[in-house]
């Protein structure tokens, strides 16, 4: 699993990770707010479930803070998640029942009514990819929504929340990477440069961040001069 964050809106605490999650502690720049930002990828074999589950729990019974957790659970919570009649009622059942247990709630998806879809003649359809909140977090940010994406590359379909609070800092763009940047020449040998350049940081979470912040910048800058030379051709 990858997680990033944007270090411009937030920062990073502590991170804790296992098998199937990756779990960070996060402090909003804006207004101080603290809350824990937690990522699955819960097993699709049947015989790691259980594993998955149990790490699901533990990682978000003793937190104190607001949770966010999110990601591809592969696991349906009832049969009308599935486009035919093969259910299996056990994992649902736990899953539901460990839902309910930490106090949490299902951020409803709008865009599409499935997250997954097999390559078969007569696909199978599962919504397995899904956005839970605590009370706590959802309080702080009622106006959350969640949107199902145009799935492309991937067999799932990419979820996109937004808190309905629009954060931008007077004067600066929001700052949007490019998968055209890959085709530039020597975007590569530049990034690489500019990370390698950045070595300092009590921690190494601190320098991390420090890297990523330099990294942001070059690319600001770049991409202003990428796109004047493409206007210029033109």
Not at 34 to 60: D, I, N, R
Not at 80 to 99: G, H, Q, T, Y
């Amino acid at each position: 699993m990858l997680l990033g964050v944007n270090l411009d809106v937030f920062d990073v605490g502590s991170i804790e990770d296992g098998d199937f999650f990756i779990k960070f502690h996060l402090r909003n720049r804006s207004d101080d707010f603290q809350w824990c930002l937690v990522a699955v990828y819960g097993a699709a074999q049947p015989e790691f479930k259980e594993k998955f589950l149990t790490e699901l729990v533990q990682a978000c019974r003793k937190e104190s803070l607001p949770v966010l957790i999110g990601g591809d659970f592969n696991i349906i919570r009832n049969p009308s998640e599935k486009n035919n009649d093969k259910f299996d009622s056990r994992w649902p059942f736990l899953v539901n029942a460990i839902i309910d247990g930490l106090d949490l709630r299902e951020i409803e998806m709008s865009g599409r009514k499935f997250t997954w879809a097999n390559s078969k003649t007569v696909p199978t359809y599962e919504r397995l990819d899904r956005v839970l909140a605590s009370t706590e977090w959802e309080q702080k940010f009622p106006l959350v929504t969640v949107d199902a994406l145009t799935r492309k590359i991937s067999d799932h379909t990419p979820l996109l929340l937004s808190t309905g609070d629009k954060v931008h800092r007077a004067g600066q763009h929001e700052f949007k990477f490019k998968l055209s940047w890959f085709l530039e020449k020597n975007f590569f040998e530049s990034v690489a440069r500019i990370w390698q350049s950045v070595d300092f940081g009590a921690t190494p979470m601190k320098k991390w961040q420090n890297k990523i912040r330099r990294l942001r910048q070059f690319l600001r800058g770049w991409a202003k001069n990428v796109n004047g030379n493409f206007k210029r051709a033109f």
